[in-house]
């Protein structure tokens, strides 16, 4: 197929798209929170899910109502600290991931990472990934806003030189896929589509290969359900 009908770019998401972090996650919240002296509960594990640290130290701070004087900027660190030492003994990649990424680098597509993660976040999992498979990454901090806003997928965008509306992005959480829409991309959701309509949701990555990233450029109401 020509270029033309392939993405310009295929921009996946961190974590719980590509590393298995979601559990290490939810840990280092709850650390955060218990040391705070304000444990956690399940309600607060789906509302933490797909969440920036910001927005996570933000909904951490509120749930404690200030407990303790801690701010959220002061949680912020506590949790970038606590899971960064948590990934510092391993992260397992998920189902599918190299192997759509060395399709990709085969087929001449350019792969970016767009997280929501902070910098020191992004890199240690890129050590275990591989960054040679990526053209570039964008953390927490290389766009004005992070997600849901559109701005960390129109700056990876414009870094590769590419329309957005050519490229096809990948998520696993309605945080990320309202960023990636809002940015013109192409969204394939992985795991469950957690009632976003308009996308097209697969179990895992190996369920992701060139025809269906092609087809889903070149017809962008396209939605394919795969199992």
């Known amino acids: 197929m020509s270029?033309?009908?392939?993405?310009?770019a295929v921009l996946f998401d961190m974590d719980g798209t590509l590393v298995d972090t979601e559990d290490l996650w939810w840990d280092a919240c709850v650390e955060v929170a218990d040391g705070l002296g304000s444990p956690l509960g399940e309600a607060d594990r789906e509302a933490l899910f797909g969440l920036s640290v910001e927005d996570a130290a933000l909904h951490i701070t509120a749930a404690l109502d200030t407990a303790g004087g801690a701010g959220a900027r002061a949680v912020e660190a506590m949790l970038t600290d606590a899971f960064t030492g948590r990934l510092e003994n391993g992260v397992t990649t998920l189902p599918g991931a190299v192997a759509l990424?060395?399709?990709?680098?085969?087929?001449?597509?350019?792969?970016g990472l767009v997280s929501a993660s902070p910098r020191p976040v992004v890199d240690l999992v890129l050590g275990t990934v591989g960054g040679h498979?990526?053209?570039?990454?964008?953390a927490a901090g290389d766009s004005a806003r992070n997600k849901p806003a559109p701005d960390p997928y129109l700056a990876a965008a414009a870094r590769l030189g590419v329309d957005p509306?050519?490229?096809?992005?990948i998520e696993d959480s309605p945080?990320?896929?309202?960023?990636?829409?809002?940015?013109?991309c192409a969204v394939i959701v992985v795991g469950s589509s957690g009632g976003v309509s308009g996308v097209t949701a697969v179990p895992?990555?190996?369920?992701?290969d060139l025809p269906l990233l092609r087809r889903l450029v070149?017809?962008?109401?396209?939605?394919t359900p795969r199992t």
């Open 204 to 208: 895992t990555l190996e369920s992701v």
């Open 101 to 111: 990424l060395e399709s990709l680098r085969a087929a001449g597509i350019p792969a």
């Open 175 to 184: 945080t990320g896929v309202a960023s990636a829409r809002s940015a013109g």
């Open 133 to 138: 498979r990526f053209r570039l990454s964008v």
């Open 218 to 223: 070149s017809d962008p109401t396209a939605v």
């Open 165 to 169: 509306a050519a490229c096809v992005a």
């Open 3 to 8: 270029s033309r009908e392939s993405p310009a």
